[in-house]
């Protein structure tokens, strides 16, 4: 994963970075309210501040995951974790964790496909 800033016009990238310290697959999903940390997955959901080298798990195992955003207050993590067994039968889990880690807890079960997570800011 890259970051970059915007220029004062807004038109033009600059200063661009690698962000993350590994190759692995990471999948930026969304910013924290405050526009200061960035959460992605990869076999777990992160928390990345910008000023940070290191990510902290804020949920781990979740080698499904499929869409995780913030909520409206910025208090949670809003994730879908689809099952681990592919098997499209088997509903998959909306989880809310919240946002500086810790607990995660069901909110419901839906069917894994094709249900995507948005949250209005």
């Known amino acids: 994963m890259y970051v970059a800033d915007l220029d004062a016009g807004g ?3 600059i200063n661009p970075r690698h962000f993350t310290l590994d190759e692995g697959f990471d999948k930026p999903h969304d910013w924290t309210a405050d526009g200061k940390a960035v959460l992605f997955a990869s076999n777990r959901v992160h928390k990345q501040s910008l000023t940070e080298d290191t990510p902290k798990v804020i949920l781990a195992g979740t080698a499904n995951d499929r869409d995780t955003r913030v909520n409206p207050d910025g208090n ?3 994730s879908l974790v689809s ?8 509903p998959g889990k909306i989880m809310r964790i919240p946002i500086t880690g810790g ?3 069901l909110i419901f079960s839906t069917q894994a496909h094709p249900v995507h997570i948005s ?3």
């Open 103 to 105: 607990s995660p807890e």
């Open 119 to 121: 949250c209005a800011s």
């Open 83 to 90: 099952p681990k067994s592919g098997d499209p039968s088997e």
């Open 11 to 13: 038109s033009r990238i």
């Open 76 to 78: 949670w993590v809003i």
